[in-house]
């Protein structure tokens, strides 16, 4: 399976993004989806996760109220729309998918990346 991102820019403070993670493969309704994110000098770490049938979605902490994860796998697409934006966001975010059922969190869980889309957010 091939994940592209799309969707990273620049944006102020306050502003808003929906990034894109369109899959290759029409199987990517049997693969739970996440989004990472690593920012320089960070390990990479979660920031979202949705089961593979969209019925459960689970976030971090320090986003919880502010990104939304969806996804709709007859356009095996998964979305991350990133609202608020703090500098502390800046991070290049990627697409990831795994065969795992349920919501795993940890990306050794994780089987497939996109090349990832970068988010800068000015102060």
């Known amino acids: 399976v091939q994940l592209v991102e799309t969707g990273g820019g620049l944006v102020q403070a306050g502003g808003s993004l929906r990034l894109s993670c369109v899959a290759s493969d029409r199987t990517f309704s049997l693969f739970a989806a996440a989004w990472f994110r690593q920012a320089p000098g960070k390990e990479r770490e979660f920031v979202a996760g949705?089961?593979?049938?969209?019925?459960?979605?689970y976030y971090a902490n320090s986003v919880k109220g502010r990104f939304i994860i969806s996804r709709d796998n007859a356009k095996n697409t998964v979305w991350l729309q990133i609202n608020s934006l703090e500098p502390e966001d800046t991070a290049v975010y990627y697409c990831a998918a795994s065969v795992m059922l349920g919501l795993p969190i940890w990306d050794s869980q994780y089987d497939y990346w996109g090349q990832g889309t970068q988010v800068t957010v000015s102060s």
């Open positions: 949705i089961e593979r049938n969209g019925g459960n979605t």
